[in-house]
């Protein structure tokens, strides 16, 4: 699989986001959390994707140890050539309780270093600086290898640049056609200092595959709480919905092939769609290789921004 390297950290364009491994508000099952979500990271290892994305957030802490026991599965090698980043929620950004937050999730992956470790949000009481000066000393000790911030705007991201001291590799952004504004400051930022942005939601929890289909059921779970797969929401994507469905078939791919790769046509960004299906995944993984005429990423970019214009209610 195609891959980006930004300062000396590499990554498959496409990684695998496991919000959904054990977490209720998805309504997958136990049956997907015991016998799927395993299955999906062997298959995503098999396709040369090399970046799993978890949090101590999701489960809460279910999706690490899914994670954990699947990567303990794999043989040496395997594990060798993988990212699993996880992301601490800042409540109480001392360095004694992130120290333990970052033990917890250790011990949740199996793992003794943490590849790449995300503030998960801003917290709006606490200072950007006051965040990253926590973790310094797990840099300082090897404990973490690379730094990332998640859901930062750009000032916020150089900020916690220059309160670490050492490069912040990484923003975890919602990113898609559905909501495209990193593209306009945290991509040509990230290009510029080779750093990278990690786009979650690249289908906008699937709006952008299944969710434009107007056959698609009711939805639930997190999708019922999401403005996007309103009616109005969805009748104002009908222009973006007919340009994916005509490139797609253009190009003999889908739709939500088409989405992801105009997220990864942007340099210096990775997409870590979920997966409900091991052939959903093998879908995503396959966009790595979809290449778009400049012509399709300018149309796909202009109805993108259209959309954006108006904000979802």
């Given at each position: 699989?195609?891959?980006?390297?930004?300062?000396?950290?590499?990554?498959?364009?496409?990684?695998?986001?496991?919000?959904?491994?054990?977490?209720?508000?998805?309504?997958?099952?136990e049956?997907?959390?015991?016998?799927?979500?395993?299955?999906?990271?062997?298959?995503?290892?098999?396709?040369?994707?090399?970046m799993?994305?978890?949090?101590e957030?999701?489960?809460?802490?279910?999706s690490?140890?899914?994670?954990?026991s699947?990567?303990a599965?794999?043989?040496?090698?395997?594990?060798?050539?993988l990212?699993?980043?996880?992301?601490?929620?800042p409540?109480?950004?001392?360095?004694?309780?992130?120290?333990?937050?970052?033990?917890g999730?250790r011990?949740?992956?199996?793992?003794?270093?943490?590849?790449?470790?995300?503030?998960h949000?801003p917290n709006?009481?606490?200072?950007?600086?006051?965040?990253?000066?926590?973790?310094?000393?797990?840099?300082?000790?090897?404990?973490?290898?690379?730094?990332?911030?998640?859901?930062?705007?750009?000032?916020?991201?150089?900020?916690a640049?220059?309160?670490?001291?050492?490069?912040?590799?990484?923003?975890?952004?919602?990113?898609?056609?559905?909501?495209?504004?990193?593209?306009?400051?945290?991509?040509?930022?990230?290009?510029a200092?080779?750093?990278l942005?990690?786009?979650?939601?690249p289908?906008?929890?699937?709006?952008?595959?299944?969710?434009?289909?107007?056959?698609?059921?009711?939805?639930?779970?997190?999708r019922?709480?999401?403005?996007?797969?309103?009616?109005?929401?969805?009748?104002?994507?009908?222009?973006?919905?007919?340009?994916l469905?005509?490139?797609?078939?253009?190009h003999?791919?889908?739709?939500?092939?088409?989405?992801?790769?105009?997220?990864?046509?942007?340099?210096?960004?990775?997409?870590?769609?979920?997966?409900?299906?091991?052939?959903?995944?093998?879908?995503?993984?396959?966009?790595?290789?979809?290449?778009?005429?400049?012509?399709?990423?300018?149309?796909?970019?202009?109805?993108?921004?259209?959309?954006?214009?108006?904000?979802?209610?």
């Amino acid at each position: 699989m195609r891959s980006v390297e930004v300062d000396g950290f590499r990554s498959s364009v496409i990684g695998l986001g496991t919000w959904q491994f054990g977490s209720r508000e998805w309504g997958y099952g136990e049956a997907y959390a015991t016998e799927t979500a395993p299955a999906l990271v062997r298959r995503a290892v098999e396709l040369g994707i090399t970046m799993l994305d978890t949090a101590e957030a999701y489960g809460p802490g279910r999706s690490e140890r899914i994670v954990g026991s699947a990567f303990a599965a794999l043989d040496r090698d395997a594990r060798d050539g993988l990212t699993v980043a996880t992301k601490f929620l800042p409540l109480v950004p001392a360095e004694p309780i992130v120290a333990r937050q970052a033990a917890g999730s250790r011990r949740r992956l199996g793992v003794e270093t943490l590849d790449l470790y995300y503030a998960h949000w801003p917290n709006p009481l606490v200072s950007v600086r006051r965040t990253m000066q926590a973790l310094r000393p797990l840099v300082a000790s090897g404990v973490v290898r690379r730094v990332g911030v998640s859901n930062y705007d750009l000032a916020r991201w150089q900020d916690a640049e220059r309160a670490l001291r050492v490069p912040v590799v990484a923003n975890q952004v919602r990113f898609s056609l559905a909501s495209p504004a990193p593209a306009g400051d945290l991509v040509p930022y990230a290009a510029a200092m080779d750093r990278l942005v990690v786009a979650y939601s690249p289908l906008a929890q699937g709006l952008l595959a299944d969710g434009l289909e107007e056959t698609a059921g009711r939805h639930r779970g997190m999708r019922a709480a999401n403005p996007l797969f309103r009616s109005a929401a969805r009748h104002r994507l009908i222009p973006l919905a007919a340009a994916l469905h005509e490139i797609a078939a253009a190009h003999g791919a889908t739709p939500a092939q088409v989405a992801l790769a105009w997220v990864i046509h942007h340099p210096n960004t990775v997409a870590i769609p979920g997966a409900r299906t091991v052939a959903q995944l093998e879908e995503n993984a396959a966009a790595a290789e979809l290449e778009l005429a400049d012509d399709e990423i300018d149309r796909l970019a202009v109805l993108a921004e259209a959309f954006a214009q108006r904000p979802v209610r």
